[in-house]
């Protein structure tokens, strides 16, 4: 039948970002389309099933979403909720059978992450995390120069991702319970990007946290400044904030060096090389190919691109940030 052809995707969490990207990205993509909603605001229902056509079927609550494992309508459960809540959405979701997208940052913890990849794996589905940078044409691009050594060994890596912003009030951005702050919403790109462009995992890992404006950022970071350490001595200078506009990452090698700048931009990623290369933005759907991608893993049964595993790596890291701002700001006291 039908669902030989596309795989059929739930949203949990209408929000900005399903709203804005995921909707719209699934009206363009071959091998999957929208079938599916999962939301606790009941006015948003009707908006929903007049715009995408989505049978009453098809819509759940929280409250409802573990029976999607009698809806065979549902091959794929992607959640979209504020960060905080991402383990126990995806683990419900993997416990209704559906293989798992959960948006970025993973959850908040390893521990959190380690509970994702256990269930899907006791539930025998698929787990991808949405980091849209990896399916990417430069950001692939740059990840074989790392590999290939094409401009020779990468020796350093700058890069930072942030918008300056403000958050009203009682927004889950703000909320460190939810997930907030700038290191868990946007450092996870710089950190990410400082993986996948070395290829390497780090050693060591250093972190400031701060805020300007503790009037809006009192339980969360506005900014986190942060120092990855790779094998080789090859150092990661990061940072990311929701008081500063930046998108870039510049890598440093023996024989060159290239950018992206912006790396992460909905509307593409564009760099040049130190020998006059450009690599112009990909018009594509950003979402839609990252979809596409991992939804024709899964008809395929291979192992999607970008597994909880990735996720996991870069919570480690954002922990181990937190972890040492904490720290310094003991020894000054
Ligand atoms: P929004 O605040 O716009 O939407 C979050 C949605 O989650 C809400 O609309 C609501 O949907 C649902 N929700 C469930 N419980 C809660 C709760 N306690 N508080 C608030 N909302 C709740 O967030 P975004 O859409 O911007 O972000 C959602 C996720 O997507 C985050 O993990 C974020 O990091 C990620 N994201 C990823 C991006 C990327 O480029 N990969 C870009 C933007 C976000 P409902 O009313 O339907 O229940």
């Known amino acids: 039948p039908r669902k030989k052809e596309k795989l059929g995707v739930a949203l949990v969490g209408l929000g900005g970002y399903s709203r804005g990207r995921l909707a719209p990205g699934l009206q363009k993509t071959e091998h999957c389309e929208l079938r599916g909603i999962v939301t606790g605001s009941p006015e948003k229902i009707p908006v929903w099933q007049n715009k995408y056509n989505i049978p009453d079927a098809n819509v759940y609550s929280y409250d409802t979403m573990h029976e999607l494992a009698n809806n065979d309508d549902i091959d794929i459960v992607y959640i979209v909720v504020p960060t905080g809540l991402h383990a126990k959405y995806s683990i419900r979701a993997a416990e209704a059978g559906k293989h798992v997208w959960c948006e970025k940052p993973m959850a908040m913890d390893v521990e959190e992450c380690q509970s994702i990849i256990d269930a899907t794996n006791k539930n025998g589905v698929q ?76 050693i060591a890992v250093s972190g400031k946290q701060s805020t300007k404006r503790p009037e809006m950022f009192h339980e969360v970071d506005e900014t986190t400044v942060f120092e990855l350490e790779f094998p080789g001595g090859v150092m990661a200078q990061g940072e990311t904030s929701f008081g500063k506009s930046m998108n870039y990452l510049d890598v440093d090698c023996t024989d060159g060096w290239y950018n992206l700048r912006p790396f992460q931009s909905y509307s593409g990623v564009q760099g040049e090389t130190s020998d006059g290369m450009q690599l112009p933005p990909d018009p594509n759907h950003q979402q839609a190919r990252q979809m596409d991608n991992e939804a024709l893993a899964i008809k395929e049964g291979r192992a999607p691109i970008v597994p909880g595993s990735e996720g996991l790596k870069d919570i480690r890291i954002v922990r181990a940030i937190m972890e040492s701002s904490e720290k310094d700001e003991a020894r000054i006291e």
Request: charged share 20%; glycine share 14%; hydrophobic share 30%.
């Open 127 to 202: 787990l991808s995390i949405g980091y849209r940078m990896q399916h990417e044409p430069n950001t692939k691009t740059i990840m074989k120069y790392a590999e290939e050594e094409t401009y020779g060994a990468v020796t350093g890596v700058k890069t930072g991702a942030g918008y300056n912003g403000s958050h009203p009030e009682g927004d889950w951005r703000l909320d460190a319970e939810l997930g907030g702050g700038a290191l868990y919403d946007m450092g996870v790109y710089p950190i990410n990007a400082a993986r996948y462009s070395t290829q390497m995992e780090p």
